[in-house]
């Protein structure tokens, strides 16, 4: 049977632009702060400080996309031929990371105000669909090469485990936005381990 889809290459070159395009925008999201043109050294260091939620929400998801850019292209090589259904997977899973700008905005905004749990628990649930995505993925690619799972075995389980984790950490959010942010990136550095 002759396939439409042959070698992973181009799915993995769109999916590293969309990548690229959504750790760049994480940035995008800083917004220098304004002291005006008389403004003191002591003032404008002030308003950079005050910032810290934009650095810890940058920081988190920019860890987020470059744990899940590594964690593709080990996907990736695993694949000797691109179906129909992976690359339909694969959108989905772009679609998690590309999204991930905004909550990291909405987190930088909402963090110190009363509505910081909700932001945090926002934040959480889209790392769910996330998980979930790339768990997705993962399945694909077993289903469509049997014999990567000895190297993808680990993957589809901490995928899978990081859906609840993460559900747990939008619950957490409601105590505490900080820790529930926190245990988010602990899932990430897991993820990192060897």
């Known amino acids: 049977m002759t396939s439409f889809f042959r070698n992973p290459n181009r799915m993995e070159a769109f999916s590293d632009g969309v990548f690229a395009i959504a750790i760049t925008l994480l940035i995008l999201e800083i917004k220098v702060p304004q002291v005006g043109e008389r403004g003191s050294p002591g003032a404008l260091w002030q308003a950079l400080l005050h910032l810290w939620p934009s650095y810890l929400a940058y920081l988190l998801a920019f860890s987020t996309i470059l744990i899940a850019w590594i964690g593709h292209h080990i996907l990736v090589g695993q694949v000797r031929q691109v179906t129909q259904r992976m690359l339909i997977v694969n959108g989905f899973f772009l679609l998690t990371v590309s999204f991930l700008p905004f909550p990291t905005a909405v987190v930088a905004e909402y963090l110190r105000s009363?509505?910081?749990?909700?932001?945090?628990?926002?934040?959480?649930?889209?790392?769910?669909?996330?998980?979930?995505?790339?768990?997705?993925?993962?399945?694909?690619?077993?289903?469509?090469?049997?014999?990567?799972?000895?190297?993808?075995?680990?993957?589809?389980?901490?995928?899978?485990?990081?859906?609840?984790?993460?559900?747990a950490c939008a619950g957490l959010a409601l105590l505490s936005p900080v820790a529930s942010l926190l245990l988010v990136a602990g899932l990430f550095v897991w993820w990192l381990r060897p």
């Open 114 to 167: 009363a509505s910081g749990s909700a932001a945090a628990a926002f934040y959480a649930l889209i790392n769910l669909l996330n998980s979930l995505a790339f768990f997705l993925l993962v399945q694909t690619i077993i289903d469509a090469h049997p014999d990567s799972l000895a190297l993808l075995g680990r993957s589809r389980r901490d995928s899978f485990l990081g859906i609840f984790w993460c559900l």
